[in-house]
């Protein structure tokens, strides 16, 4: 199991820029699809980019222009950099892992919380 702590988030104006971290609390890579999700209140949570062990990575349509997800082994974190943000980015983004078995769990982080505004 891993607990994942999200960092980054806050408030951006429009068309700004922004890193979001996650620091899980081991860094068994290979163990795990790694994710950043996001969620506005009232509506379903949307996945915004996944990465695997070997660097594959998978995009919201909508997003893959702006968004980056990346694996940083040094600093062990996985971080989404987010670019052109717009009042659409405004959401509570989770960062996730799944375990690489058929039978394998799924854990969250509690979320940080991005406003675009100007």
């Known amino acids: 199991q891993v607990q994942l702590v999200e960092s980054g988030g806050g408030f951006v104006q429009p068309g700004g820029s922004l890193r979001l971290s996650c620091a899980p609390s081991q860094t068994r890579y290979g163990a795990y699809v790694w994710g950043w999700f996001r969620q506005v209140p009232g509506k379903q949570r949307e996945m915004v980019a996944t990465i695997t062990p070997g660097g594959q990575t998978n995009y919201a349509a909508s997003l893959k222009d702006r968004f980056t997800i990346s694996r940083d082994t040094d600093n062990g974190t996985i971080n989404l950099d987010m670019r052109d943000l717009d009042a659409g980015g405004t959401a509570v983004y989770y960062c996730?892992?799944?375990?690489?078995?058929?039978?394998?769990?799924?854990?969250w982080g509690q979320g940080t919380q991005v406003t675009v505004s100007s």
């Open positions: 996730a892992a799944r375990q690489r078995v058929v039978t394998g769990r799924d854990y």
